[in-house]
Nanobody, 117 residues
């Protein structure tokens, strides 16, 4: 059974930091690209960051470049999102996604991140 379990969300003041984790199971984690998406109320889901299966290549959405860092630990089937210099507009539900092709696309339940003073 495929599972993606996000953790690490919460409330933080503007300028603060959070690290999200996503623990994966039920599939060969090291074969999959991993993504973090987010969705704010009333907005479409947005791709935040992507990391290749081996971890050698990363991409970021324009709104988070220079502030967020995606990384992965294939030995422990976990992907991370380090978020620094957080802004109120980063407030959203953050989702972990595993993508191994059109038929192999898995999602976590999401974790809420709230940035406010």
């Amino acid at each position: 059974q495929v599972q993606l379990v996000e953790s690490g969300g919460g409330w933080v003041q503007p300028g603060g930091s959070l690290t999200l984790s996503c623990a994966a199971s039920g599939f060969t984690f090291s074969n999959y690209f991993m993504n973090w998406y987010r969705q704010a109320p009333g907005k479409e889901r947005e791709l935040v960051a992507t990391i290749s299966s081996g971890g050698h290549s990363t991409k970021y959405g324009d709104s988070v470049k220079g502030r967020f860092t995606i990384s992965r630990d294939n030995a422990n089937s976990t992907v991370y999102l380090q978020m620094n210099s957080l802004k109120p507009e980063d407030t959203a539900v953050y989702y972990c996604n595993a993508n191994g092709g059109p038929l192999y696309d898995y999602w976590g339940q999401g974790t809420q991140v709230t940035v406010s003073s």
